[in-house]
């Protein structure tokens, strides 16, 4: 670089050294080469002692990948719109990857230490860091249907209501109109869409579908609803907690303690993955439970049964969609098979990261025919 461009930077930067941003210490990254304090520059007609690689555009740009970089998870090295949370010595990680990390390290059975400074880590001795989440919030974000630049606060708000560009269905998509685009498009394509124009005749099988679909959510809820009026009912709070196997390499279970519902003795038992060798190695996890019946019995319990969420709004269980399971028990068969909890391999691992989990277990047996 010559020296006319380093000069004509220099009057740049004087011109912009109103702005705070600019008068930020620049010390942080030792990469770039910049003029020493600004305001030197300012005071004195002197030309900068060092010469200046980038004018004062990039340096606020600069500025704010550098605080991005700063404020970014240790981990997954993203500017995270979930909590933020710090290990002892300040070390930040988004929720997310806090509750994997700590959900891979119970199933390797290890304890947690942080990426950065190995010190240990535990739900109770990291805390939130809320300076971090809304200075994040403060940062720009580029929206990404208009790519103009938000700030991270407005982000939500304007790519769900306010966007020219957001993605948007045909105002006649219930009635089978598939067309999909941009939002500015949508008037255009109201004034040819052919849905209002047709005739009952035609728009009936998309009818008859929809129809389908809402008759299947609502047998599931009369199912629901005939079972609660049934006389055999159980309902148990229950806590799985973590066990482990003594194998060479131990597996991670969890096992509730034995329950009494329906005048029976229970169990529920759950695991990881179907208990594949190395979950901790897998990106998807999945947790299954099993119903185990404890009692000796001689006829046969034809149950119906299914997990909801713990009572007291317990964070762990939040997300859990009922899917009712049915099992005959006798002598022979007193465990069912391990059957899916309906939940995503996040919701997964924040069950991992807790030290317990608890849920409600409800238990219908069947009247005999
Ligand atoms: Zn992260
Ligand atoms: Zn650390
Ligand atoms: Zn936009
Ligand atoms: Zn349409």
Redesign the pocket.
Known sequence: MTDITAAAISNDLQTNSSSDLANLPSDTNETIETTNPISDSIVSDEPPTKKCKITSNDKLRLLEDRITSILSC?ICLDLSTLPIF??????LMCASCFNHLLADCKLKDEQT???????E?SKSNCTRNLAVEKTISELPIQCDFCLQIFLRSEIKNHQSQICLDRPTFCDYSLLGCNWNGAFHSLSSHLTVCEYPNKTGLELIDTIQAQKCLYDDEKKCLETVVDLLSLNQIGVSDLVLKPFRTDDFVAKLYFETSRFTALQYQWQVRARINDNVPHPHTTITRSLSYQLVLKSKINQTIDLKFFILKGPHGDPSTSQIQPIIYHFEFNQNNTETEYLKLPISTQECNRMLSSSSISFRLLMVQLDKA
Not at 113 to 119: A, F, S
Request: hydrophobic share 15%.
């Open positions: 240790c710090q290990c002892v010595n300040g070390h230490t942080c990426p950065n400074c190995r010190c880590i």
